[in-house]
């Protein structure tokens, strides 16, 4: 228990350390940006005004509002207390509204497209990669180069792909959005129905890519496990297959883990292709947008949100590894 509460302590430590970098990152690189997105608020308020000297009072009145008229170290002490507090300021972009109304409106988008579509893709993938290196023959001759195939294809050539044939050629799906432009958001079952089939081809277009790149690593490490010397000496002993089997997957499972929950750490980053591919209204094309936009409240926090999705994940897997595998509970043990 001890040498495990040093472990535990050793990576806490190393978690916080890039925390506070990615931190600092993340509220330095929005703002070295070209341009001045206040100047693009102002613009468009200040329609219809010709008086230079109006326009310059709301130039001033909007800088002191967001801030961007104090020094660079102030600023980031604000943004420091704000974030503690749960105030991410207002967006520039989408002025007067708060960068925590714009993710609220958009988070729930990606997690209900990424997270399912991440989980299916890598359980379909274990499960044929696995059933390949145990039965070989051939189903592992189809499989293998057709997962090869597919996940050779770049995220955004599978959903280009999927958009032609089902929603441009076939005219079976929508091209675009999250829901009929025609609908307002609502629990009926038009509105629920049409949410769903605008929900098929990003969901798909993610799922086969992550179909392919599992049942590769899957295939691969269970190849090498199967052909390890305890393998052979358990069935010299008489034990049975399908006991050695469990173990030979369960070892062979610890690096598809680790992928599973690096991807579900990125799956927000993740989520950029797809949405802009198919314009859905979710958290990627929002950052995009902020990037377009020179929104550094709405940049700053949807990269901060990024950020400790994936040091989360990482975190949570470093201590699961210290609890499953038993070669790091015997290093702790020493």
């Known amino acids: ?90 967006s520039f972009s989408q002025y007067p509204r708060t960068v925590a109304d714009v993710i609220a409106a958009s988070i729930w988008w990606t997690l209900m497209l990424q997270l399912p579509a991440i989980l299916v893709g890598w359980t379909i993938g274990n499960i044929l990669g696995a059933l390949a290196a145990y039965l070989r023959g051939g189903f592992d001759r189809v499989l293998m180069p057709s997962a090869l195939f597919i996940s050779s294809f770049p995220a955004f050539g599978m959903a280009v792909i999927l958009l032609v044939i089902f929603a441009v050629n076939l005219k079976w799906l929508p091209t675009s959005g999250g829901y009929g432009y025609n609908l307002i958001p609502s629990m009926t079952p038009t509105f629920l129905w049409s949410v769903f089939v605008h929900y098929q081809l990003p969901f798909w277009s993610i799922v086969l890519i992550a179909i392919g790149g599992q049942a590769i690593g899957m295939r691969s490490m269970s190849i090498y496990e199967l052909n390890a010397d305890y393998v052979k000496f358990s069935r010299f002993m008489g034990i049975k297959d399908g006991r050695i089997v469990a173990y030979v997957f369960r070892n062979a499972m610890l690096p598809q883990v680790t992928g599973l929950a690096l991807a579900l750490g990125t799956m927000v980053g993740g989520a950029l292709i797809a949405e802009i591919v198919f314009s859905y209204p979710g958290l990627g094309t929002t950052l995009l947008n902020g990037v377009m936009g020179q929104d550094y409240p709405l940049i700053s926090a949807s990269t901060l949100i990024i950020t400790v999705m994936v040091l989360v994940a990482t975190f949570v897997l470093e201590i699961l590894y210290g609890v499953i595998d038993p070669r790091i509970k015997a290093t702790q043990s020493d």
Do not use: C, H
């Open 1 to 90: 228990m001890k040498g495990y509460r040093r472990y535990f302590l050793n990576k806490f430590g190393w978690f916080a350390i890039t925390f506070v970098f990615a931190f600092v990152l993340n509220f330095i690189l929005p703002r070295l940006m070209p341009g001045d997105p206040v100047a693009a608020i102002v613009a468009r308020q200040a329609q219809g005004i010709s008086n230079p000297t109006g326009v310059q009072a709301i130039y001033q009145q909007y800088t002191e509002l967001f801030g961007t008229d104090r020094p660079m170290i102030e600023q980031f002490f604000i943004y420091v207390r704000n974030v503690l507090r749960g105030d991410f300021g207002f």
